[in-house]
Every structure is written in C-alpha cells, then in structure tokens.
C-alpha cells in the first residue's frame, strides 16, 4: 500500500486490532501489510509438508490480501472525501456567521445614525414650539407665525419619516438574520446526514474486510 497511515475496521474485537497494530508497528508495516504478511506466511509450504500436485486450483489467500488492500483503499478515499466535504461546509458556516456579524455591526450603526437624527429633529421641534408660543403672545408677528407654524408642521412630518424608516431598518435587519439562521440549520442538518451516510459505508466496509479475513483464515487452515 502507498499510504502509511494505519486504518481502522469496525467490527472487528479491540483487542485483535491492537495487537496486530502493535505487530504492524514493531515491523514497521501498516496494518494491511501486517495482514498481507501472514496471509502469505500462512500459505507457504512447510518444512514436513506434502506440496499437493492440484491445489493450484483452489483460491489463493492472495486474493483476499488483494480485497483486503482494494477495501483499505476505499475506506481511505471515503474519509478523505467526507473530511473534505464537512470542511467545506465549516467554511460556509464560517462565511454566513461573518456575514451575519457584518451585517449586525452595519444595522447597528445605521440604527445609531437614526435614533441621532430622531434627537436632533426632536430638539429643532422643542425649539420651534416655543417660539411660536411666544410670537403667539405678540400680536404684531401674525405672517412670521403662519411661516413657522408651516415649517414646524413639515418637520413633525420629517421626524415621523425618520422615525418610521428607522422600524423599518429594524424588521428588515431581523428578515436577514432569521434567512442567515435558518441556512444554518439547513447546513447543520446536511452535516449530519453525511456523518451518518459515511458512518454507514465504514461499517458495511468493516463488515467486507471482516468477512474477507475469516474466510482467508478458513481456506490457510485448509492448506495447514
């Protein structure tokens, strides 16, 4: 095998796994050449024994090695590609939560500016109205009252615009954060159902490799 990253099958006792870790790594091999190592071990003649003329003809513990590295292979590619797919999905988790963070800092500070103009509007407005209370008083302004009564009308209309667009900011503000926090849920969900899609093909792989092993272990007792 070119990888020398050890690999795991479930299914298989613990104890069995790291003994013939141990074994593998005291050798310097990786558990599939570990395992490739006694199949073929198991398959050579010995010392007193009778090399049968036709047992050509009956399948070689070889062949299971062969399974056992083609299943190792797969198992590999499968977390590679599940490792890959869930970092993918960090970094569009990572991507909306920054969005949504920007997006809170840009209503924040629109929010400030409003609730600024809101103060400002609500001052002119204070000031206007006392100085019509006192040109009210003076009987000699009666064109000057008519002119700032129109102007404290149009800046009470301009201060309930300001006032109204502000809310507005707001809902909108909580729409994008609900759409963000619901993608999120979407993501999660997706995450989680790949875990346990990868989840389900390791173990089916575990249960081949399994299978695979007793039966080279049936067919070397065979030939002992």
């Known amino acids: 095998m070119s990888q020398t990253r050890p690999w795991s099958v479930k299914g298989i006792d613990e104890r069995a796994r790291a003994a013939a870790r141990e074994a593998a790594s005291a050798e310097g091999l990786t558990l599939g050449e570990y395992l490739n190592k006694l199949l073929m071990a198991s398959d050579a003649p010995q010392p007193n024994e009778v090399v049968e003329p036709f047992a050509s003809g009956r399948p070689k513990p070889a062949a299971a090695s ?68 006192r040109m009210e008083e003076d009987d000699t302004s009666r064109q000057n009252l008519e ?58 792989a575990a249960k081949r490799v399994e299978r695979a092993v007793e039966q080279a272990e049936l067919r070397a007792e065979g030939t002992a």
């Open 66 to 133: 062969d399974t056992l590295d083609r299943l190792a292979r797969r198992i590999e590619a499968t977390e590679a590609r599940s490792t890959l797919a869930i970092t993918g999905m960090d970094h569009t988790i990572l991507g909306l939560v920054s969005r949504l963070e920007s997006t809170e800092q840009t209503s924040s500070a629109i929010a400030g500016h409003v609730e600024g103009l809101i103060d400002e509007l609500q001052e002119t407005y204070e000031a206007l109205q006392r100085k019509v209370r």
């Open 147 to 204: 002119a700032l009564k129109a102007l404290e009308h149009a800046l009470g209309k301009l201060a309930s615009h300001v006032y109204d667009e502000g809310e507005l900011t707001q809902q909108e503000t909580q729409a994008i954060k609900g759409r963000v926090e619901a993608g999120l849920m979407d993501l999660s969900d997706r995450v989680e159902t790949m875990e346990t899609k990868v989840e389900t093909t390791l173990s089916d």
